[in-house]
């Protein structure tokens, strides 16, 4: 006895298709009789299936179960005469194997991921796609003709489709992603093929003597349309499966001592996905407790573990899933998704001298790493991606405060972590801009489905960056507020409107003097005039100025805002300044002389300590410049103290650098 099955406005060639299922499943064993499947097609889901309960179901009751041989596994691809032939070509070309496994980073094109699960995925499409072709002599056919011959996928459609939809979005690189990776596939399934009927023919000529003439009919080829299709049904309907205590997965055996995927399979032999003919039409839904046990008896068994009466639709459970993966893996998208998250990949720039400290650092925290989800429910910065960030963006000696185990190295790192991150989650933001209002309301029913996705998609991804960018901002103005907090006894008392000002100098600080302006735009007008006539005098780039401005500020002694900072900070003779600069010591040194000197004697500073004749020099210059390595950080540019407060700058009016204060 097999399942019952309700069809409501379904094709009879689907009923048929779906009733000729069922037979195949329960005479090759399966335990279907707790279910009734329905079809019952939508506009918008032309092939929309599901189940319900034929009887009542209590907690630890079997709903339905296969034997192993309806299990269509990767074991059961690799075992096949396709499985074993791409098997010996991998192995004969290691490196189309270490290309198939091979996909590129959502951080960084320079820096590629490699999946060890890739190549199992694409041998069981290739076996699914090649079993289609057979068509009735397959044993799988009664499952292949049940499956849809679309699923919705953004992989499906097309391109153009796809770029006004998902535009620059996380599901657009992860489909352009894996669309490579099909084409790549495709090649390595046809190139096996040629390769094997090369090698049979030469065989079959030394049997029959060279002057044999021996007729290829060609065979089959894989086209890329059928491993899309194939994929699509690996993606949108496979499980995972755990081998239970005792139980090991088929054995392939090498015909030829080549064949075989012992020497060629990195990922662990105890897991594989599967394919679950009838139990793969149960639909998603995160309330529903249900369990997929391998252990309660040979092959797969779905277990309840919650109460069903008759006529219940019985839902599967695909686990804590985003939108992201829902729409990109399944199809569809939940409205409102609580599981919700935005996926951030870290990058790590090869070109830095600190890449092989930044990785050892990373490897030796596990916790750690370049790929971290965000959540519409997080109430503050992830501490793991902020750390994993503080050690990308550390200089050398921060570096080595955090590998000696220190959680904090100081206020210039803190800050340049959070306004960093602040940076990414922007530029993030910006691809993911908001929709036309019309934008699913054009196209056929299909299309203005998948814009509706594409919708729910992109707004919930913008919502999360929007609270995370809120997160972030709220995180460095809290570090600002901190470090603004100066004794008053240290200095002249203010308002709180200044306290951030006083945590950050910058050539725009709303805190300097009016004979500090008036300096600045002398030095500044100076240089520029003297770019204007061409002459070898000014190259007042930012840091200059700034570097200029921390001297000018540290002889103002007490009648500077920042005098405690400077109080603080190591002297102009410390040795520690040429520690801190480094290799750049020469470089400073001749940029002083060359481009410094030459303004200063034309506008020298005026009304300071020490006496006006005592003009700036070289060593307080290579001072000036230990601090901007020190304590220079550019962030987001704040203009009041309001902005300040509610964390919404405008963003469009880009950066400004400055010297964060130790003022703790």
């Not at 991921?113 to 009664?142: I, K, M, N, T």
């Not at 750690?368 to 550390?394: M, Q």
């Not at 934008?439 to 814009?451: C, F, I, K, Q």
């Not at 409107?497 to 009016?514: H, K, M, Q, V, Y």
Request: proline share 6%; charged share 30%.
């Amino acid at each position: 006895m097999h399942s019952a099955l309700t069809t409501d406005g379904a094709s009879s060639e689907d009923a048929d298709r779906l009733a000729k299922l069922l037979a195949w499943a329960t005479s090759n064993g399966a335990n279907i009789t707790n279910l009734s499947l329905t079809l019952t097609p939508t506009p918008s889901n032309p092939t929309l299936r599901g189940a319900i309960v034929t009887a009542p179901l209590t907690p630890g009751d079997s709903i339905a179960s296969l034997p192993p041989a309806l299990i269509l596994s990767e074991s059961v691809a690799r075992a096949s005469p396709l499985g074993r032939t791409l098997a010996a070509f991998l192995k004969r070309h290691p490196h189309r194997l270490a290309d198939l496994q091979t996909t590129p980073s959502a951080a960084s094109a320079s820096a590629p991921q490699r999946d060890p699960y890739l190549a199992g995925v694409l041998v069981l499409a290739a076996f699914l796609a090649s079993e289609r072709a057979r068509g009735e002599a397959s044993f799988w056919w009664p499952y292949i003709a049940s499956l849809p011959d679309k699923f919705g996928l953004p992989l499906e459609w097309p391109r153009e489709v796809r770029e006004r939809l998902l535009g620059r979005s996380a599901v657009a690189f992860v489909v352009e992603a894996r669309e490579g990776q099909l084409r790549r596939g495709v090649e390595v399934v046809n190139d096996a093929l040629e390769e094997e009927e090369s090698r049979k023919r030469e065989k079959r000529v030394k049997t029959v003597g060279k002057a044999a003439r021996v007729e290829m009919d060609g065979g089959w080829r894989i086209k890329f349309e059928d491993m899309l299709w194939a994929y699509s049904v690996v993606a949108s309907r496979a499980f995972p499966r755990v081998y239970g205590e005792g139980e090991s997965a088929p054995t392939v055996t090498d015909e030829d001592d080549e064949d075989g995927w012992t020497d060629i399979n990195e990922k662990e032999e105890s897991h594989e996905v599967c394919l679950y003919p009838v139990l793969d039409m149960l639909n998603h839904d995160r309330k529903s407790r249900i369990e997929w046990n391998s252990v309660r008896g040979p092959g797969i068994t779905f277990v309840a573990q919650m109460s069903y009466n008759e006529g219940d639709v019985i839902w599967n459970n695909y686990g804590p899933k985003g939108n992201e993966n829902l729409l990109s893996n399944y199809g569809f998208v939940i409205p409102n998704n609580t599981e919700d998250y935005f996926k951030v990949a870290l990058d790590v720039d090869r070109r830095d001298p600190l890449h092989a400290k930044r990785i050892a650092t990373l490897r030796a925290s596990p916790e750690l790493g370049l790929i971290h989800l965000l959540f519409l429910d997080d109430t503050e910065p992830r501490p793991k991606f902020v750390s994993s960030a503080r050690i990308l963006v550390a200089n050398e000696r921060e570096l080595t405060s955090i590998r000696n185990g220190a959680a904090s190295v100081g206020p210039r790192c803190e800050v340049l972590v959070l306004s960093t991150l602040w940076k990414l989650l922007r530029q993030k933001r910006m691809a993911v801009p908001e929709d036309a209002d019309d934008l699913d309301l054009v196209g056929s029913e299909e299309e203005r489905e998948w814009a509706r996705m594409a919708r729910v998609y992109k707004k919930g991804q913008r919502d999360i960056l929007d609270h995370h960018i809120r997160l972030v901002r709220s995180g460095l103005n809290k570090l600002f507020q901190a470090a603004s907090n100066i004794p008053e006894s240290l200095t002249t008392p203010c308002e709180d409107g200044d306290r951030f000002f006083r945590a950050f100098i910058t050539l725009e600080n709303p805190l300097l003097s009016d004979e500090t302006q008036e300096w600045l735009s002398n030095i500044q007008s100076f240089g520029a005039s003297n770019e204007e006539t061409e002459e070898e005098v000014g190259d007042l780039d930012e840091e200059t100025a700034l570097s200029l401005l921390l001297i000018w500020e540290k002889r103002r002694q007490t009648a500077s805002p920042w005098c405690s900072f400077f109080e603080k900070a190591h002297k102009v003779n410390d040795e520690r300044v040429l520690e801190i600069l480094g290799d750049q010591e020469a470089d400073i040194r001749e940029h002083f002389s060359d481009s410094v000197r030459p303004i200063l004697d034309a506008v020298p500073p005026s009304g300071l300590e020490p006496p006006e004749d005592a003009s700036i020099g070289e060593d307080e210059f290579l001072w000036a410049a230990s601090l901007l390595d020190l304590y220079g950080v550019s962030v987001p540019r704040i203009d009041s103290v309001t902005e300040f407060r509610s964390g919404e700058p405008d963003s469009t009016r880009g950066e400004v650098f400055g010297v964060v204060c130790d003022l703790s």
